[in-house]
């Protein structure tokens, strides 16, 4: 077996109304299970870029990135290292849709109905539960904390 692999990702808690959008996972071990809008990151993209695409591919959902929640460190259930940047974001608008294979479904929660969700129900539970109330009370970084020139980078 090899070394691990560093994978690099992003998840958008995205507001309106002061609820959040969650989408339900359609894949693997998360199948079934309630999740902010993540995915990881390409060679080519900023931090911003991808957690503004992925929130989009998701949901059909346009954003404006508002603050950083916070950077986690794992291990995915296969072994890899997985560094995560959280991003707080408004909605923007679009029409919530789905793909029904990698998402079953998206829908906007209040915060008090997310408090209600069983530990089972939802990926990575503690992760999740301090990511969302990191946002619920407004304990998000600005944006400028991030440096990066994705075109400077060369793999």
Do not use: C
């Amino acid at each position: 077996m090899g070394k691990p692999l560093l994978h690099v990702g992003v998840s958008v808690a995205v507001l309106h109304r002061e609820k959040v959008l969650l989408v339900q996972e359609g894949k693997g071990k998360k199948r079934g299970l309630w999740n902010l809008p993540s995915g990881r990151m390409k060679p080519e993209e900023s931090f911003l870029d991808a957690a503004k695409r992925e929130v989009h591919e998701e949901t059909g959902t346009l954003v404006s990135l508002t603050g950083i929640v916070g950077i986690y460190r794992h291990y995915s259930p296969t072994g890899n290292h997985v560094v995560r940047f959280v991003f707080a974001a408004e909605s923007l608008g679009g029409v919530l849709r789905v793909d029904g294979r990698e998402i079953l479904r998206a829908g906007w929660f209040s915060f008090d109905e997310v408090h209600r969700f069983s530990q089972t129900k939802i990926w990575a539970p503690e992760r999740f539960r301090q990511t969302l109330d990191d946002v619920q009370k407004r304990r998000v970084y600005p944006l400028e904390i991030l440096r990066s020139d994705a075109s400077s980078l060369v793999f």
